[in-house]
């Protein structure tokens, strides 16, 4: 269902690992998919950022706004990355969520705003 706040996103890459395994006893990262989703994306603020921890403070890194659930650092499980999102050519991971599920049955403001935090290797 589109609501009026899709106007305000843009389409953007989610790059959703499956999950890895060891053979022959060292460790294969699952193959990626990637889908497009519709977010906006903004600045992190001072604020956000102390909220990161210390050693993430000085990656750089924005919110995300979408109604899309997206799967973070904290839900991946031992043998699966957190989703990342392609932005400008760069490539981040999901870090933390803060869901908006104001009511379920008026989906116009519901949505979820994810720190996003650029790749050390790019």
Known sequence: MS???EYFRSPITLR???PGSYVNGRWVEGATTDSTITAS???LTGEDMEELPEARR??????????TQVRTVQE??????AD???????EYEVHQVRPWQ?????????????F???IDNN
Do not use: C, D, W
Request: hydrophobic fraction near 30%; charged fraction near 15%; avoid cysteine.
């Open 16 to 18: 959703r690992p499956a």
């Open 76 to 81: 991946a499980g031992s043998n699966q990355n």
């Open 41 to 43: 994306i903004q600045p």
């Open 3 to 5: 609501t009026p706040f």
């Open 116 to 118: 996003i935090l650029r």
């Open 58 to 67: 000085e990656s750089e890194g924005y919110n995300m706004y979408t109604s």
């Open 102 to 114: 104001n009511n379920t049955n008026f989906t116009i403001v519901n949505h979820f705003r994810y």
């Open 84 to 90: 990342r999102i392609v932005f400008n050519g760069k």
